[in-house]
């Protein structure tokens, strides 16, 4: 199936009522996951080529890595780059990146509108949508002031209008990673005020661990790409543990076991976000 346009798969997500999954990948086995899982769950998925793989293979192999797998499956797919600098939203436009997240929310909110409304034009040439992410997420268990962390209305407000991204990924009590710390409950009236204020698409990014009745109350709200990584990565992990902890066995075994259990947590990523049964018809 050739690759979608993210565009087209949001405003279905919107008009729908459901969320789409984006995960990374890892590996040829854990790019392998994703897309077996969006077959068998027949849903759109965005593969997320980012901070997991980049710095181990480069953006082109992971790319080529990506597209070569995709493209033999029969799912529904963006191939999108995940918390880019500039360096690599160039690089990833000249690949043939369908989907870009540029992320300057460390910079000054100026700063960040001026550098980002940039990209947005340059992608938009090229008719790439661009993601952008303002406020902070902390890592699990780090112990925040959620006023310093949280993404305020107005300044969402003001991002959008001076960039004009297609999709804004916010901070409204998400983590990254999964800690053992019991989370605070996501902003879900914050939410729906970043989103009467812009009126494009949110994004959540962190959204492993969150209970099922969040995520319900977060697309609800607004949100209709959801991001997750760790739950998936562990899964993974659980099947190689388990095929070691018999002994001696081979590294094939083991990383098919890991593929496999991913498969199965993904497809259940995918029922909850309500993006199953989503791939096109004609």
């Given at each position: 199936m050739p690759v979608i346009d993210p565009r087209e798969v949001i405003t279905r997500a919107v008009e729908g009522g459901y969320a789409v999954g984006a995960f990374n990948m890892h590996s040829v086995e854990t790019t392998q996951a994703l897309v077996i899982a969006a077959e068998q769950a027949e849903a759109p998925v965005f593969l997320q080529v980012g901070r997991a793989l980049i710095p181990h293979v480069g953006l082109r192999r992971a790319f080529e890595m990506t597209k070569?797998?995709?493209?033999?499956?029969?799912?529904?797919?963006?191939?999108?780059?995940?918390?880019?600098?500039?360096?690599?939203?160039?690089?990833?436009?000249?690949?043939?990146?369908?989907?870009?997240?540029?992320?300057?929310?460390?910079?000054?909110?100026?700063?960040?509108?001026?550098?980002?409304?940039?990209?947005?034009?340059?992608?938009?040439?090229?008719?790439?949508?661009?993601?952008?992410?303002?406020?902070?997420i902390p890592d699990a268990d780090e112990d925040v002031d959620w006023t310093s962390y949280y993404t305020g209305v107005a300044e969402a407000e003001r991002f959008v209008a001076g960039t004009g991204v297609d999709f804004l990924a916010i901070?409204?009590?998400?983590?990254?990673?999964?800690?053992?710390?019991?989370?605070?409950?996501?902003?879900?009236?914050?939410?729906?005020?970043?989103?009467?204020?812009?009126?494009?698409?949110?994004?959540?990014?962190?959204?492993?661990?969150l209970p099922d009745h969040e995520v319900e109350a977060a697309i609800l709200a607004g949100v209709h790409k959801l991001n997750a990584d760790t739950d998936l990565r562990l899964a993974f992990r659980s099947g190689i543990?388990?095929?070691?902890?018999?002994?001696?066995?081979?590294?094939?075994?083991?990383?098919?076991e890991g593929r496999e259990r991913m498969i199965a947590a993904t497809v259940e990523k995918m029922k909850t976000y309500g993006c199953d049964g989503r791939v096109r018809t004609a």
């Amino acid at each position: 199936m050739p690759v979608i346009d993210p565009r087209e798969v949001i405003t279905r997500a919107v008009e729908g009522g459901y969320a789409v999954g984006a995960f990374n990948m890892h590996s040829v086995e854990t790019t392998q996951a994703l897309v077996i899982a969006a077959e068998q769950a027949e849903a759109p998925v965005f593969l997320q080529v980012g901070r997991a793989l980049i710095p181990h293979v480069g953006l082109r192999r992971a790319f080529e890595m990506t597209k070569e797998i995709a493209e033999r499956s029969s799912a529904d797919y963006v191939i999108h780059l995940d918390h880019g600098p500039l360096d690599e939203v160039f690089e990833a436009i000249q690949l043939g990146f369908t989907s870009i997240m540029f992320d300057a929310s460390n910079l000054p909110l100026d700063e960040n509108i001026a550098v980002t409304r940039k990209v947005v034009e340059i992608a938009h040439a090229f008719d790439i949508p661009v993601e952008a992410e303002l406020g902070r997420i902390p890592d699990a268990d780090e112990d925040v002031d959620w006023t310093s962390y949280y993404t305020g209305v107005a300044e969402a407000e003001r991002f959008v209008a001076g960039t004009g991204v297609d999709f804004l990924a916010i901070s409204v009590g998400i983590v990254h990673g999964v800690g053992a710390k019991t989370p605070a409950p996501l902003d879900i009236a914050r939410i729906e005020a970043i989103r009467d204020v812009t009126g494009i698409p949110l994004v959540l990014h962190g959204a492993s661990g969150l209970p099922d009745h969040e995520v319900e109350a977060a697309i609800l709200a607004g949100v209709h790409k959801l991001n997750a990584d760790t739950d998936l990565r562990l899964a993974f992990r659980s099947g190689i543990e388990h095929v070691w902890s018999q002994g001696d066995r081979q590294f094939e075994e083991a990383v098919a076991e890991g593929r496999e259990r991913m498969i199965a947590a993904t497809v259940e990523k995918m029922k909850t976000y309500g993006c199953d049964g989503r791939v096109r018809t004609a």
